[in-house]
């Protein structure tokens, strides 16, 4: 069985080992290299909860073991960003990347969130398909420069709310004063 843990700042070693097994195990699926991370201080990693509103939470089998990571950051203008998701190999397939998913979902529409966003490395295939299989659709917009040069990142959103009418238009219908 898997279990949520929200953390706070003052679980950043939990942060630490969980991230560091995922930049060791999936090299291939971050943009953050382990050379960026392995020899951070508790300066360094205390500072990825000073976030404000930041969500942190790791996936925790019953045995005690990490099962998996993911965290969630305000963005502004009615966005959040999804990101920083791992699943240990030993607990893919038990449902924990679903349910970190949904934490960060929960967690961005309480916050008010209109648009729940992350970026993906095209070749990670089983994490396109998760976020997929949770709303998710791939966006217009292109992510950030893959590290070895060969792409880009890709963007995928899940709207969480419908945006509320823009100036000038009706909920349903063409702008107001004009004819249809």
């Known amino acids: 069985m898997v279990r949520l843990r929200v953390l706070t700042a003052d679980d ?20 953050a290299r382990l050379a960026d991370w392995h020899r951070g201080g508790e300066e360094q990693w205390r500072a990825r909860f000073a976030t404000p509103g930041a ?3 790791l996936a925790v089998l019953d045995d005690g073991r990490t099962a998996g990571m993911a965290r969630g950051v305000p963005s502004g203008g009615g966005v959040c960003e999804l990101r920083s998701v791992w699943v240990a190999p030993g607990a893919r397939g038990r449902g924990a990347g679903g ?4 934490e960060v979902e929960a967690w961005a529409r309480r916050s008010g969130a209109a648009v729940l966003r992350l970026t993906v490395i095209p070749a990670n295939e089983p994490a396109v398909e ?3 299989r949770h709303g998710f659709v791939l966006a217009d917009a292109s992510g950030a420069p893959l590290p070895d040069g060969t792409g880009r990142e ?10 509320g009418p823009r100036a000038g238009r009706t909920p349903s219908g063409p702008p107001r004063g004009r004819p249809a």
Do not use: I, N, S
């Not at 349910?99 to 949904?102: Q, S």
């Not at 890709?154 to 945006?163: G, I």
């Open 12 to 31: 950043w070693p939990l942060w630490r080992e969980a991230r560091l097994a995922a930049l060791t195990e999936a090299p291939h699926a971050f943009v």
């Open 55 to 57: 969500h942190h939470v």
């Open 99 to 102: 349910r970190l998913v949904a």
């Open 130 to 132: 998760l976020y997929r």
């Open 154 to 163: 890709l963007v995928m959103v899940k709207q969480l709310r419908r945006p």
